[in-house]
């Protein structure tokens, strides 16, 4: 391992990125043949295989993806080497990068304009992707620091909470429940109920309500972003559990309603997360404070979303007590006739 160069690792990433030799070679401006020599010398290094041949293409292997991991980290130490010369330099005001899982760009755009306001010469890069792509990038140290709502558990990471996360059950506003008082989940168990796909941070704290609970309700579609699940119930496809975050909006304009569950809103926390083997330049440790100082400040205020209501809930009982109400006056009537 301690001939392996910088060219063979840059080699070893284009080739994993598009699977083939020529392709590899185009994008370092080499021949397919000195693609193939630095692949074959990386590969005695290592003194395994990194790529499986198939007709579909090079695919890494299990040794493949770990040299990939390496050339991950390494390809960030050298970018964070080059910012930090060029700050020491006085050639370059800092680049910080920060990445949000897809409910938090409801927000997240709101505070990052606030910093660039007071740091303009900083240049942010943004990444939006689901839970998995996030933590992968952190964990590659390709991200500076991320905003999620459930930080996850491999890696070491320093973490900074950033406020309240509420997640509400949602429904198009003729549902049939709309305008009781507290209803307690099992009433809705009948419901179809609309998901975000497995791993993403909503669908595990929906599954987890459920379980405790003790609830099997009926799952229908999924769907991979939020924006689908609002426009699904606003249709009447089903209910969802969801972020109040993210139906401030439609909540507001009555396209959407939040029924009044009794134990809802479950709240659970944003946090602004980075890997502790991340090292953050001026421009980064600029962007850590401001968000830890201020980002409480930036999610959509949906306390009125979320606060219990003052009606008494309905239940069994005052539902039978009508009914008697009602046959006690149709006797009235009878003998007064």
């Known amino acids: 391992m301690h001939h392996v160069t910088l060219k063979q690792l840059r080699v070893l ?17 080499v021949t397919p043949p000195a693609v193939t020599l630095q692949l074959k ?10 790529f499986d041949r198939s007709s579909q293409g090079l695919r890494p292997t299990d040794a493949g993806i770990y040299m990939l991991e390496t050339e991950a980290r390494i390809a960030s130490a050298l970018v964070e080497c080059d910012e930090g010369l060029k700050q020491l330099k006085g050639l370059g005001r800092g680049r910080v990068s920060l990445g949000i899982v897809s409910t938090t760009k409801y927000f997240a755009p709101l505070a990052l304009a606030a910093f660039s306001r007071e740091n303009p010469d900083i240049e942010l890069e943004l990444l939006v992707g689901h839970r998995d792509e996030i933590t992968a990038a952190l964990t590659n140290l390709k991200l ?47 419901d179809t109920f609309l998901l ?10 929906t599954d987890q309500m459920f379980a405790k609970a003790d609830l099997a309700p009926s799952f229908g579609m999924v769907f991979g972003s939020n924006e689908t699940i609002k426009q699904a119930v606003m249709a009447g496809l089903g209910v969802a559990f969801i972020s109040a975050h993210t139906v401030a909006a439609e909540v507001a304009q009555r396209r959407i309603v939040v029924l009044p569950v009794t134990g809802l809103p479950v709240v659970r926390k944003w946090y602004l997360l980075r890997a502790k083997a991340k090292h953050l330049l001026p421009a980064g440790t600029a962007l850590w404070g401001f968000l830890a100082k201020h980002g409480g400040r930036f999610p959509p205020d949906v306390s009125a979303l979320v606060r219990r209501p003052k009606s008494r809930a309905v239940g069994r009982k005052p539902l039978h007590r009508t009914k008697s109400r009602a046959a006690s006056r149709r006797r009235h009537s009878s003998v007064a006739k």
């Open 13 to 29: 990433a284009a080739i994993a990125k598009s699977g083939k030799i020529t392709s590899a070679a185009r994008h370092l401006g």
């Open 41 to 50: 010398l990386l590969e005695e290094n290592v003194g395994m295989p990194l």
């Open 144 to 190: 500076d620091m991320a905003i999620m709502g459930r930080p996850p558990k491999k890696i070491e990471l320093e973490r900074q909470v950033m406020g309240d996360h509420p997640h509400v059950i949602i429904a198009a506003p003729d549902h049939r429940l709309a305008s009781r008082g507290r209803i307690p989940l099992r009433w809705l168990v009948n």
């Open 196 to 205: 975000r796909e497995s791993g993403s941070g909503t669908r595990i704290l």
